[in-house]
């Protein structure tokens, strides 16, 4: 009853590298704002209330407008979202948002909710199962005996027993039901029709049905059972009649025990890929689909359709559920990479519609989504942070108080963001090449026909005497203020795959790369480490060497080389970045994967893992930075925290909703 979304990481294409051994390229003039600026879409502001505040606290900024699953309550509806879990009050217009550093969520990323006799809240996240009874948080993992962690769907027997759907290729999948006490799982060696289970349903005979990526799968008891639908089943329903109602890429089915029908766009449905059924008291079929097909309903006998241009919130819709006075409420979400979604204006990340009128609600605040690239804080203190979601992805800075959209296309797929010592902003996109920002828009974009090294930027380094470096996919460039200056494998790098660039207090140059470490004094190229697929290299106060590997760190003093792994101090061995603060100490972030273990400090003296548990955002750390004021401020796959000044007191008190029309 949702769209699951699914983080692709792209193996990096490898591009012959010319012959030329370096390039420079004149300019006329040192000044950054020469080239033509680049206008950028208008800003969008966020607004945001404010909370006294603490040293030493975690607190987690997230985009909660992307919804997964609803569920009512005595009148409340509870919201399993992207970023967090939401308790919203129609009445009032009011919400609870509860993270993971402000409850005891393992994990923002909540796929499916459900909620069983007692009242007690079931998550399905990617990190497991929790139960929420209004207190207390209890957390269901692999190892109480889920058959995997990530949880997409959940029901509830009428025997109060809660079924679990999952898939996840990482681990074996399939279905797990908790009677309160015993776990017990089924497989495709149990006659699943596939082990990559999408949805739960329990119907009124007692028996429960599977949506899977290859067909339906039935319950009674003792055995399973594969009715005759082979396409990937989303969400399944029942109707009052027995018919049961199945979701999927490309319509919906209705079968009745025997034969089944098609219903599809040419019948009047809005969109081809359907996400989720809610049937009222008076027989209409909703339907709410992915992919800007909004919301159709249908009477038994015509199929109405509506979108955004009907007042509805947004087109792409992720789940429905009713309310007892028959109103539907519609979650959506937003499906990046989808040009017909481009230039609509999101209005809401959830609508009502009572027959006539729609209301849609937003929650205000935070980043523009949580898969959050790189963070980088300006001369004012502001932050600014890169997004991901293809699309709906954008750049967002952060005043302490506001939240600033950036939505030029140029702005999105940032790996890298820097602050050069006049206060320009340096972004590195995947596709652009470099980006010059300053006082709200682009002043510079530097590509390869510029002399950079590669369009593909993955890193940014400032100097002491304000030279910039970048790493590219190609080789690595400097910036002088006048000329830029390419080096590429012909003229020492160990390889042309460039990951990262870091200078130490000497001014000599330190290159990570894919097949060893380079350094350069300035006239002669020297690689150490040769064979070893370096991916990130930073330097600490004391000008030590800091070298992120697929096989833990490495550290050079200018003598020694000490390595560090998983077997003796590290959370993990694949390391994809570094950051060294200005106190000393070391951050280690790891690598997307099976093991997300969170973030490692080095003190100096002692190593220290924090995960969602001590209440980052994600175990999934993609950049840090500490602001002027010795804030942490971590940019992670479900949104940013920030480790220092926070919320004195429990922050989970209602705060108004943004409300439209």
């Known amino acids: 009853m949702k769209l699951l979304w699914i983080f692709l990481i792209a193996a990096v294409s490898i591009a012959l590298v010319g012959t030329v051994a370096s390039l420079v390229i004149l300019r006329p003039s040192n000044e950054v704002t020469q080239p033509t600026p680049t206008p ?217 025990g025997v034969n089944q029908n098609k219903y599809t766009t040419s019948d009047g449905i809005g969109g081809h890929w359907i996400s989720d059924i809610a049937i009222d008291d008076d027989n209409n079929v909703w339907v709410g689909c992915g992919y800007s097909g909004g919301l159709s309903v249908f009477n038994g006998q015509t199929w109405t359709a509506y979108t955004s241009e009907d007042g509805m919130g947004w087109d792409w819709v992720s789940c429905l559920e009713l309310d007892d006075d028959g109103n539907i409420w519609v979650g959506h979400t937003f499906g990046g990479g989808q040009s017909s979604l481009i230039g609509k204006v999101y209005t809401g990340a959830i609508s009502k519609f009572d027959g006539s009128t729609f209301t849609s609600y937003r929650i205000p605040g935070g980043p523009e989504n949580n898969y959050i690239t790189s963070v980088a804080v300006d001369d004012e203190g502001n932050n600014w942070f890169g997004t991901g979601y293809g699309d709906s992805g954008g750049t967002c800075v952060f005043d302490g108080t506001d939240w600033t959209l950036y939505t030029d296309s140029y702005l999105r797929y940032l790996n890298d963001i820097a602050v050069d010592l006049k206060g320009n902003l340096w972004f590195a996109t995947d596709y652009w090449g470099l980006i010059v920002f300053a006082d709200g828009a682009i002043r510079a974009k530097y590509t390869e026909s510029n002399g950079i090294a590669g369009n593909n930027v993955r890193r940014i380094t400032v100097d002491e005497d304000g030279r910039i470096w970048i790493a590219a996919e190609g080789g690595i460039s400097v910036y002088d203020g006048t000329d830029w200056t390419s080096y590429f494998w012909q003229d020492g790098l160990a390889s042309y795959n460039i990951w990262a660039v870091a200078v130490d207090r000497s001014g000599d140059v330190w290159v990570a790369t894919n097949d060893g470490i380079s350094q350069f004094d300035g006239s002669t190229w020297t690689t150490y480490e040769e064979g070893e697929y370096i991916y990130s290299v930073a330097v600490d106060t004391d000008d030590n060497k800091w070298f992120g590997t697929t096989d833990g760190v490495l550290t050079y003093d200018g003598k020694d080389w000490t390595r560090f792994t998983q077997e003796d101090v590290l959370a993990a061995d694949y390391i994809r970045n570094i950051y060294t603060d200005i106190e000393g100490n070391v951050w280690i972030c790891y690598s997307g994967g099976s093991i997300l273990p969170g973030v490692t400090k080095f003190d100096g003296t002692t190593w220290t893992t924090y995960t969602t548990k001590d209440g980052l955002a994600s175990n999934w750390v993609k950049d840090i930075v500490m602001d002027n004021e010795g804030n942490l401020w971590f940019a992670t796959a479900q949104g940013i925290s920030k480790y220092g000044w926070g919320f004195v007191s429990d922050p989970l008190t209602p705060q108004p909703l943004i409300v439209s029309p």
């Open 40 to 256: 950028t879409q208008e800003a969008i502001v966020y607004p945001t209330s404010t909370i006294p505040m603490q040293d030493n606290v975690w607190t987690t900024y997230t985009n909660a407008n992307y919804i997964n699953s609803m569920a009512f309550e005595d009148g409340k509806l509870w919201l399993g979202t992207e970023g967090g879990l939401l308790m919203i009050d129609p009445i009032s217009e009011t919400y609870i948002k509860y993270t993971t550093s402000t409850s005891g969520l393992t994990s923002n990323l909540i796929h499916a909710i459900a909620i069983d006799s007692k009242g007690n809240k079931w998550l399905g996240t990617n990190t497991g199962v929790l139960k929420f009874d209004g207190t207390s948080w209890t957390t269901y993992t692999t190892d109480d005996g889920l058959l995997c962690d990530n949880v997409i769907d959940i029901a509830i027997d009428g025997d109060d027993k809660i079924w679990f759907a999952t898939y996840d290729a990482r681990c074996t999948s399939g279905v797990s039901v908790f009677d309160g006490s015993t776990w017990t799982s089924y497989t495709t060696d149990d006659g699943l029709a596939h082990e990559w289970v999408d949805c739960i349903y329990a119907d009124s005979g007692g028996d429960i049905w599977l949506g899977t990526f290859s067909g339906v799968s039935v319950f009674d008891g003792s055995t399973w059972t594969n009715p005759g639908v082979s396409q990937h089943v989303e969400c399944v329903v029942e109707d009052s009649k027995g018919n049961m109602w199945f979701c999927t890429p490309g319509g919906l089915i209705v079968y009745d």
